[in-house]
T-cell receptor, first 109, second 115 residues
Framework: GQQVMQIPQYQHVQEGEDFTTYCNSS?????IQWYKQRPGGHPVFLIQLVKSGEVKKQKRLTFQFGEAKKNSSLHITATQTTDVGTYFC?????????WGAGTKLIIKP | EAQVTQNPRYLITVTGKKLTVTCSQNMNHEYMSWYRQDPGLGLRQIYYSMNVEVTDKGDVPEGYKVSRKEKRNFPLILESPSPNQTSLYFCASSYGTSGSSYEQYFGPGTRLTVT
């Protein structure tokens, strides 16, 4: 079936280091959404990308949608403790939303 | 305040005892959905509804039922819960009927334990 693979499953970083999570789809996506889930919380919508090659920025977060609309990435520059949580991508294919398994961002003490 | 509410937030029950988790949204959204979240598996869709009286199976519907008699409510029913349904459950809603073109708003979650 249709899948969206998200890697890595976990990423440990020192505060101030960068963080990146990647999503790859087995099929072409109509759009891709990104969500953040804080520990103990619920997923919260961050952004939606629709166009091939699209890049959007939200302060220290940069979101990209691949040219073939099969992959996407989220990059966080200079992580802060408030960035801790799990980041999910969700791609639209045939009117269904297919979720990645998430990448957990852990800040090393 | 625009929100999705779920009740109860926590529930411990025994195998075979029927239970209902309620979900309500106040945003007049057409689309509503139930997910379960398990470690390492992300969010898996159980059932969804594109409008009143319209429901359909998601990826993991076995052992669950839903109904959509009113636009704002979308209860999840476990007729005979089993331990493998121990999980964290989220209700979500969004504008539009496909659920994939607009952002989804999630409820706070219901942590269910079946012993």
């Amino acid at each position: 079936g249709q899948q969206v693979m998200q890697i890595p499953q976990y990423q440990h970083v020192q505060e101030g280091e960068d963080f990146t999570t990647y999503c790859n789809s087995s099929t072409t996506l109509s759009n891709i959404q990104w969500y953040k889930q804080r520990p103990g919380g619920h997923p919260v919508f961050l952004i939606q990308l629709v166009k091939s090659g699209e890049v959007k920025k939200q302060k220290r977060l940069t979101f990209q949608f691949g040219e073939a609309k099969k992959n996407s990435s989220l990059h966080i520059t200079a992580t802060q403790t408030t960035d801790v949580g799990t980041y999910f991508c969700a791609g639209r294919s045939n009117y269904q939303l297919i979720w990645g398994a998430g990448t957990k961002l852990i800040i090393k003490p | 305040e625009a929100q999705v509410t779920q009740n109860p937030r926590y529930l411990i029950t025994v195998t075979g005892k029927k239970l209902t988790v309620t979900c309500s949204q106040n945003m007049n959204h057409e689309y509503m959905s139930w997910y379960r979240q398990d470690p390492g598996l992300g969010l898996r869709q159980i059932y969804y509804s594109m409008n009143v009286e319209v429901t359909d199976k998601g990826d993991v519907p076995e052992g669950y039922k839903v109904s959509r008699k009113e636009k704002r409510n979308f209860p999840l029913i476990l007729e005979s819960p089993s331990p493998n349904q121990t999980s964290l459950y989220f209700c979500a809603s969004s504008y539009g009927t496909s659920g994939s073109s607009y952002e989804q708003y999630f409820g706070p979650g219901t942590r269910l334990t079946v012993t």
